[in-house]
């Protein structure tokens, strides 16, 4: 594990609470230096805070998503929305609000474990397999999609959430569904977590099209392209 955090009391705090988890885990407390530690050390995941000296934590986040997928759990103050959106639009995974509790933090560490562990065993189950529907094809081994033959980037969490759509075109997948069986969250009382949930398919429409996915009001989303 990786923890990014200028705090050094937080910081520690969460080392703390992930050491005695059984995870290794190292420190940095600005953003070259967050960036430098996931070079040499490849955690498997990185815990990162928004605010830092030297660069910010979506520069970070940036940096580090572009030399390898590695889950991320973004922490960002009560008051910053439009940076958490952000965050998840550069490639972070998760966040939570400050301030919170090491338990809920603990709970979506081990969840997010849970998603890449669940994901890579999706690729060796599914080698060689392609969705295709309509103009989207998406290539689960390599982890590759194209729409209309033009490639699209997608960070891990937004290829996931794309495949759990394409196994079900045109059904209605709940928000709470989708952040219990894409982001392996137990939903009860998480209900600001819906936000990560429309900001990745914002991200996913921005990506692939508008039209990819339609709204249902007050329930959820649907896959569109045809089969």
Same mark, same amino acid.
């Given at each position: 594990?990786? /923890?990014?955090?200028?705090?050094?009391?937080?910081?520690?705090?969460?080392?703390?609470?992930?050491?005695? @988890?059984?995870?290794?885990?190292?420190?940095?407390?600005?953003?070259?230096?967050?960036?430098?530690?996931?070079?040499?050390?490849?955690?498997?995941?990185?815990?990162?805070? /928004?605010?830092?000296?030297?660069?910010?934590?979506?520069?970070?986040?940036?940096?580090?998503?572009?030399?390898?997928?590695?889950?991320? +759990?973004?922490?960002?103050?009560?008051?910053?929305?439009?940076?958490? +959106?952000?965050?998840?639009?550069? &490639?972070?995974?998760?966040? +939570?609000?400050?301030?919170?509790?090491?338990?809920?933090?603990?709970? $979506?560490?081990?969840?997010?474990? $849970?998603?890449?562990?669940?994901?890579?065993?999706?690729?060796?189950?599914?080698? &060689?397999? =392609?969705? /295709?529907?309509?103009?989207? @094809?998406?290539?689960?081994?390599?982890?590759?999609?194209?729409?209309?033959?033009?490639?699209?980037?997608?960070?891990?969490?937004?290829?996931?959430?794309? %495949?759990?759509?394409?196994?079900?075109?045109?059904?209605?997948?709940?928000?709470?569904?989708?952040?219990?069986?894409?982001?392996?969250?137990? /939903?009860?009382?998480?209900?600001?977590?819906?936000?990560?949930?429309?900001?990745?398919? =914002?991200?996913?429409?921005? =990506?692939?099209?508008?039209?990819?996915?339609?709204?249902?009001?007050?329930?959820?989303?649907?896959?569109? %392209?045809?089969?």
């Amino acid at each position: 594990m990786l /923890v990014v955090e200028d705090d050094v009391t937080i910081a520690e705090s969460i080392a703390a609470r992930l050491r005695a @988890e059984g995870f290794s885990v190292d420190l940095a407390h600005d953003g070259p230096t967050g960036v430098e530690v996931d070079a040499a050390r490849e955690p498997d995941l990185v815990v990162l805070d /928004v605010m830092l000296p030297g660069f910010d934590g979506l520069e970070v986040c940036r940096r580090i998503q572009a030399r390898r997928p590695v889950p991320v +759990l973004m922490l960002t103050a009560r008051s910053d929305e439009t940076d958490m +959106l952000i965050g998840l639009g550069v &490639g972070a995974d998760d966040y +939570l609000t400050k301030p919170f509790s090491m338990r809920v933090l603990s709970a $979506r560490v081990h969840a997010l474990l $849970r998603r890449v562990d669940r994901s890579a065993r999706a690729d060796l189950s599914e080698a &060689g397999a =392609k969705i /295709v529907l309509g103009d989207l @094809e998406i290539d689960v081994e390599q982890r590759r999609v194209t729409r209309a033959g033009t490639p699209a980037q997608l960070t891990p969490i937004e290829f996931d959430l794309l %495949v759990h759509f394409a196994k079900r075109p045109r059904a209605v997948q709940p928000r709470e569904r989708l952040l219990s069986e894409v982001w392996d969250w137990d /939903v009860a009382g998480t209900g600001s977590g819906t936000r990560a949930v429309d900001s990745h398919i =914002k991200a996913l429409r921005r =990506k692939l099209g508008a039209d990819l996915i339609r709204t249902v009001h007050g329930v959820g989303y649907a896959l569109e %392209v045809g089969s």
